[in-house]
């Protein structure tokens, strides 16, 4: 990961921007920049080197006085950048972002629309000011606020802004700013045309697309590795980048000491690949020590995404100060695009399609920003083919019919899709999902209920509940123990999370006053 953060302004100068970006130079450990080109004009750039890794790639870039500054990585960047060079571009660099500020020069705002990516940008041109974007899924991080005297501010993580802006948002992802105004340049949820295919069709569909979302995302000039919890996607992630690749790959897991769960699932997958494996084990107290920096890392206060990236954060930890890693694949976004245990509950497909679409909005602000600030600020980058653009929106134009549970198997057409060619030990492939959070061990979110509830004990917790505005205000001891360290990192900056992340309560089944799949009747087997 990289981070960027531009700003024209008086109210802080580049001592104090020096200063703030200490904050994230987790992010981006290789090397820092701030340029000023003109008066009041900031852009800062903190690097982690994945792609033309010399000096040369070292952003901002700039062209024709124009500057872009970008975290993300452009799929297909050499084929475009073939194409420039034949209109007389030239490139000073092997970075794939530099592409960035060409096809800006070419295109203007409609390149948005044309990327294959993952990325975060802020482009200053002095005639039209600042324009930026966000990848439509919203993988990679952007926020933006406004000083005391209206000025816009952009950066990679909330915590650079705090200090001088009032309110700081999350930047709307698919969108681009240009003059002032938020403009959608593509809706990835939004449906044109339904597929209405047979299985097999829809299975070949599935397959084809994630094996190319898998190859583009093994394409780096640092070691790559893979997250695996055993689970049916990160294990599928694995399967196809062995296959790609022809050569033993590295896999990493995570469990509690007492109750591993998924442990054993990724050793079986991994023993099945012949993958280099590596099982971190943690305890209680590393959960409890290392709650308030994971709170401080994912600026949220949200119940399900701290449990689940407690061990992800101390497992990507761990691949930094043990290995030389730089990239790893993950397994997010499919839950929102096949189906959680809890969908197994929409009344029909209408609601199904309604709450996937709902998820696939809200991303940002859940699955996409655990991965991002638990793998980013362990100075590594985070890949997710699964939010693959191709692959989400074929997926997401499915008949919602077919993606209901029909057959007692959660994302049966993910199954189905590499239910042949000896992909994965069946055991693996038709496992019932546990979430990551509950899989690496039940007694980790015992352990976090019963800290918290020793933390607030005598005290009058409806009371407690109360200080918070009803959005988003705590409603269990644990719930208060995260918001109350949240507000100590972020004081007043809530609305930067939609919500608490609840299966939908109206649905009969999930009425449920906790996230985890544990508390729903159908979890069955997952827990074991």
């Known amino acids: 990961m990289c981070t960027i953060f531009a700003y024209k302004g008086h109210v802080i100068g580049q001592d ?20 000023v080109p003109e008066e009041n004009l900031f852009l800062a750039f903190q690097r982690l ?6 000096d040369r790639g070292m952003q901002p870039f700039e062209y024709k006085g124009m500057y872009s500054i970008t975290n993300g990585e452009i799929y297909g960047f050499r084929d475009i950048r073939k194409e420039l060079e034949a209109e007389g571009y030239s490139f000073h660099s092997d970075s794939d972002c530099e592409t960035v500020l060409y096809l800006y020069e070419k295109y203007r705002e409609r390149m948005f629309a044309l990327l294959d990516a993952e990325f975060a940008t802020v482009i200053y041109d002095k005639e039209a000011g600042f324009i930026a974007a966000r990848d439509p899924i919203g993988i990679r991080p952007l926020f933006y606020g406004y000083d005391k005297d209206g000025c816009i501010a952009f950066a990679s993580e909330a915590c650079l802004l705090t ?8 930047f709307p992802p ?6 002032g105004k938020f403009i959608c340049y593509r809706d990835i949820s939004a449906v044109r045309e339904y597929t209405y295919s047979s299985t097999d069709e829809i299975a070949e569909g599935i397959r084809n697309r994630l094996i190319k979302a898998v190859e583009k995302r093994l394409d780096s000039d640092t070691p790559v590795a893979f997250l695996l919890s055993g689970g049916l996607d990160s294990s599928l992630v694995c399967s196809i980048a062995s296959r790609i ?23 079986r997958t991994a023993e099945f690949l012949g993958s280099e494996h590596t099982n971190v084990t943690m305890t209680e107290k590393d959960v409890i020590d290392v709650l308030p920096e994971v709170i401080n890392a994912l600026a949220t206060y949200d119940i399900t995404t701290i449990r689940a990236s407690i061990g992800m954060f101390l497992l990507c930890r761990y691949i930094h100060e043990h290995t030389d890693v730089r990239v790893l694949l993950t397994g997010e976004v499919s839950d929102e695009l096949f189906g959680y245990k ?57 008949d919602p019919e077919m993606k209901m549970n029909h057959t007692g198997h959660g994302k049966y057409l993910l199954r189905k899709a590499f239910e042949e060619g000896g992909w994965l030990p069946d055991d693996i492939l038709w496992r019932e999902k546990a979430a990551f959070s509950d899989a690496v061990g039940h007694s980790m979110v015992d352990d976090l209920k019963a800290y918290a509830e020793k933390a607030y004990e005598g005290k009058d917790l409806e009371a407690e509940y109360m200080k918070y505005p009803e959005d988003g205000r705590p409603f269990t001891p644990e719930s208060l123990l995260y918001r109350e360290i949240f507000e100590s990192f972020y004081p007043g900056q809530y609305r930067m999370i939609p919500g608490f992340w609840m299966p939908n309560r109206s649905w009969p089944g999930c009425c449920v006053s906790d996230p985890s799949a544990r508390v729903l009747s159908n979890y069955g087997k997952s827990g074991e």
């Open 174 to 179: 698919g969108h681009y700013y240009s003059g």
């Open 16 to 35: 104090e921007i020096h200063e703030i970006m200490e904050r994230t130079r987790r992010r981006g450990p290789d090397s820092e920049r701030i340029l």
């Open 245 to 267: 690749l022809g050569k033993q790959i590295r896999t990493f897991s995570i469990g509690m000491d007492k109750d591993p769960i998924d442990a054993k699932y990724a050793k």
């Open 342 to 398: 809890y969908t197994d509950f929409a009344p029909g497909p209408e609601e199904f399609e309604k709450e996937s679409q709902k998820r696939v909005h809200e991303l940002y602000a859940y699955d996409v920003l655990r991965a991002d600030r638990c793998i980013a600020d362990n100075s590594l980058e985070a890949r997710v083919p699964f939010g693959d653009l191709d692959f989400a929106s074929y997926v997401l134009s499915i």
């Open 49 to 54: 080197s994945i792609m033309g890794i010399d």
């Open 163 to 170: 200090p001088f802006c009032r309110d700081v948002i999350p």
